[in-house]
């Protein structure tokens, strides 16, 4: 009987960015604003939040909503930034819902290190499409993730989809 290897490129990466500390000088959802879209695996900006697909994702579909300006807390935001950042969550989650048919939904904040979030210096919203059983024994005992689609390829989806669905409103305009 020949040996199945499971291939998770991705994880070589995340290990490096764990073993080394993690982020670059300064935080690292600013400077994925100052980036090109593809390369940042940004879907779309409004004026006040962007979405980005989430380079290490629990699933495939994994997007985040990232408010522009940098902010540490939910209750930090402004009206028009919490408007604009459930605006877009309602848009991505349209997106995703259409075009990974999930069963469910995660769509969450967590907020500082204590709340879970891997990056608390800047508040981040996360839109995860989840399936029943979509959890296996490979996260709970490799803590890997086995994914059927790159991110790439997932964003690539998304970004069609996206071109689909009205534009949702970005509350800019109450700024």
């Known amino acids: 009987m020949a040996l199945d290897r499971l291939w998770a490129g991705w994880r070589s990466a995340y290990i490096d960015d764990v073993v080394t500390g993690g982020r670059p000088e300064g935080c690292l959802f600013c400077?994925?604003?100052?980036a090109e879209d593809e390369a940042a695996l940004i879907l779309?900006?409004?004026?006040?939040?962007?979405?980005?697909?989430?380079?290490?994702p629990y699933c495939s579909g994994h997007v985040m909503v990232i408010p522009v300006r940098h902010e540490a807390t939910?209750?930090?935001?402004?009206?028009p930034e919490a408007a604009a950042l459930m605006a877009e969550a309602r848009r991505i989650a349209t997106a995703v819902e259409a075009e990974y048919r999930p069963e469910g939904l995660n769509v969450g904040i967590n907020v500082g290190r204590a709340g879970g979030a891997g990056v608390p210096?800047?508040?981040h919203l996360h839109v995860v499409p989840r399936w029943h059983g979509?959890?296996?024994f490979m996260t709970a005992v490799a803590e890997t993730r086995v994914?059927?689609?790159s991110v790439d390829a997932s964003r690539r989806r998304l970004l069609a989809r996206l071109g689909?669905?009205?534009e949702a409103d970005s509350?800019?305009?109450?700024a």
């Open 44 to 56: 779309e900006r409004t004026p006040l939040v962007y979405a980005v697909m989430n380079a290490y």
């Open 121 to 123: 210096e800047h508040l």
């Open 147 to 149: 994914l059927p689609e």
């Open 164 to 166: 689909t669905i009205p």
């Open 171 to 174: 509350g800019a305009a109450d």
């Open 74 to 79: 939910f209750t930090g935001l402004t009206d």
């Open 31 to 34: 400077g994925l604003q100052e």
């Open 134 to 136: 979509d959890t296996n």
